[in-house]
């Protein structure tokens, strides 16, 4: 019996010995909380962590009127607007503004949410190959495309914005102090193969739903990171492979939710930016990528504040009647008066009237009465002017006031609001006025685009430029300017200077304008020209935005530098 039970003890020492993985046995995993281990396994799992990416890209650079945040930041500054409210008359971009100790603006505007999101994309290809994760291999192909699409989004932007920053590809799991910057040239390159992979392996335009990108998103960012690198045939042939789809095309017919509205006409610029036309559903074949809000819906956001930031304060516009006493223009914020504007940023002369000028100021549908709206009729049965236009009428209008004509009336930017179609819930109780809204109306309660197609024209364009090739790249040029019905360009005008005013008769409030100057190394020079006020307080390096200091001081085991001149 002691011999069988001395053998019995020798088989189980065997099996423990043999049979024990010890770093297996003491690895750890929580079963009772979140963390890591147990967030990235099932394919759901990763899908929420990449629809976050989208979030945080949306409300990071998209949505806010905050004077230090996308977008608005990437319009003050530059030649389209003369100051957000909240910097005040005349903000020292070449002094107190552009100093790598203001935290609030160079660390917070990009720097944070870029690399924020950078780390949990960092995480999610990281963890799609962890031993924890249950996706198959075509899931994880997808999963790592979705997520490299947004690395090399962000990295595109920080390279246009502070030249060399630091390439991080792995997921930090400890703090770390010894952050070195790559090259401007290195991080477009990073960018593009994130780029690249998210091109080749993202689905088709009309193969995903309207929250997720696809691969003609990625080829057009794609295409701008090439412009950056010089390769300009590569990004003709990336820009090329959005434009030649064959379910892509600029809109040139009216389409969508207010062609036949009894009170507003329009045009098909107009009606690109209507509530219900943005996304490819609606039948927009201009629409690549848009971003989704939804009023009243858990996560929807409700909508973006572009109204709010760019529209006029029309019902605070100060009207004189005979007697002496003022009344406003509207008694309420009003949806036939293009909402609940605050007037945080009015626009420069050269957005509202030189760049038109030089476009066809009677021709370009993007300067129509629709798209660019400069007389109102008063609308306020308290006023002796009821019914009449303010400029064609001569009303007596108060414009003398930096609050009356930076504020409360300047021409209206119609793509800002959803004229005639705010939320049923946010109309006032008081109807004398009909579509009189609350103080809550201070969205654009539509979705957003991200990627249009002509932008896609425009890089195009460029990038042919870039090559020396003018008959192309004006081709490019006046495909856009033909649906506005803008005269044409002669190949022998076009230069990097006439494709900056176009991008801005296109794309004004859409496309983040200091990215484009600062990328182009224009935006001092640029700025000084076009809207003197603030450009004259620039300095010349003030073409790249300064390291962060909070950044400097913190990276202790590795000097991570500082752009030149701060």
């Known amino acids: 019996m002691k011999t069988i039970k001395n053998k019995f003890l020798i088989l189980i020492a065997c099996f423990l010995i043999l049979g024990c993985n010890e770093d297996s046995f003491l690895e750890e995993i929580p079963k009772d909380f979140l963390s890591p281990e147990i967030a990235y396994v099932t394919v759901n799992d990763f899908d929420a962590a990449v629809l976050n990416l989208y979030a945080q890209v949306r409300n990071e650079f998209y949505t806010s009127d905050n004077q230090n945040s996308f977008p ?21 971009w070449g002094g107190s503004l552009l100093l790598p100790t203001n935290t609030s603006l160079v660390y917070e505007a990009m720097w944070r949410p870029a690399y924020r999101i950078i780390y949990d994309v960092n995480v999610i290809i990281g963890r799609s190959e962890g031993p924890q994760s249950q996706l198959t291999a075509e899931q994880n192909k997808r999963v790592q495309a979705e997520a490299a699409f947004f690395r090399g989004f962000m990295y595109k932007m920080l390279a246009n914005l502070y030249g060399d920053v630091p390439i991080v590809l792995e997921e930090v799991t400890s703090p770390r102090r010894d952050f070195v910057r790559s090259s401007r040239e ?55 492979q959005v434009i030649d789809h064959p379910q892509t095309a600029l809109m040139t017919e009216r389409f969508g939710s207010m062609v036949d509205h009894p009170t507003f006409g329009g045009d098909v610029y107009w009606d690109l930016f209507r509530q219900g036309n943005q996304n490819r559903m609606s039948g927009n074949t201009e629409a690549i990528w848009v971003l989704q809000y939804e009023f009243n819906v858990p996560g929807g956001n409700d909508g973006f504040q ?15 009647n005979n007697d002496g006493s003022v009344h406003p223009l509207i008694p309420y914020p009003n949806t036939n008066y293009y909402g609940r504007g605050s007037g945080f940023m009015s626009p420069t002369r050269y957005l509202y009237d030189n760049i038109w000028r030089k476009s066809g100021y009677e021709q370009d549908m993007r300067n129509s009465e629709y798209n660019i709206v400069r007389d109102f009729i008063v609308n306020n049965p308290s006023s002796d002017h009821n019914g009449k236009w303010v400029f064609k009428d001569n009303v007596p209008i108060a ?79 006046n495909t856009v ?29 859409e496309s983040f304008r200091l990215l484009t100057l600062t990328r182009l190394g224009k935006l001092v020079e640029w700025t000084k020209a076009k809207n003197p006020w603030v450009g004259e307080l620039y300095q010349a390096h003030n073409n790249l935005w300064p390291i962060p200091f909070n950044e400097i001081e913190k990276n202790i085991e590795a000097d991570l530098g500082q752009n030149p001149g701060y």
């Not at 608005?72 to 020292?92: C, E, L, Q």
Request: no cysteine; charged share 25%; proline share 4%.
């Open 186 to 240: 290195e991080v477009y390159q990073q960018s593009a193969a994130d780029l690249l992979l998210a091109a080749q392996e993202l689905p088709d335009v009309d193969d995903v739903d309207n929250s997720r990108i696809n691969k003609l998103a990625a080829y057009h960012l794609l295409s701008e990171v090439y412009i950056s690198l010089g390769k300009w045939q590569e990004a003709v042939n990336a820009a090329s």
């Open 72 to 92: 608005a930041i990437s319009w003050d500054g530059t030649d389209m607007v003369y100051a957000h409210k909240n910097f005040g008359t005349r903000p020292d």
């Open 481 to 509: 300017r033909n649906r506005a019905q803008a005269p044409v360009i002669n190949s022998a005008d076009l230069d990097i200077d006439y494709l900056l005013d176009e991008r801005l008769r296109e794309l004004h409030y």
């Open 399 to 477: 414009l003398s006031s930096v609050n009356d004509t930076t504020r409360n009336f300047f021409p209206v930017f119609a793509k800002a609001s959803v004229v005639g179609q705010h939320p049923t819930e946010l109309y006032h109780n008081d109807q004398t006025v009909p579509g009189s809204l609350t103080n809550s109306a201070q969205r654009t309660f539509r979705d957003r685009y991200a990627i249009r197609l002509a932008e896609t024209y425009l890089l195009r364009a460029e990038a042919y430029l870039g090559m020396g090739d003018k008959e192309n790249a004006a081709a490019d040029v």
């Open 306 to 320: 572009l109204e709010r930031t760019v529209i006029p304060r029309l019902w605070q516009a100060k009207i004189a």
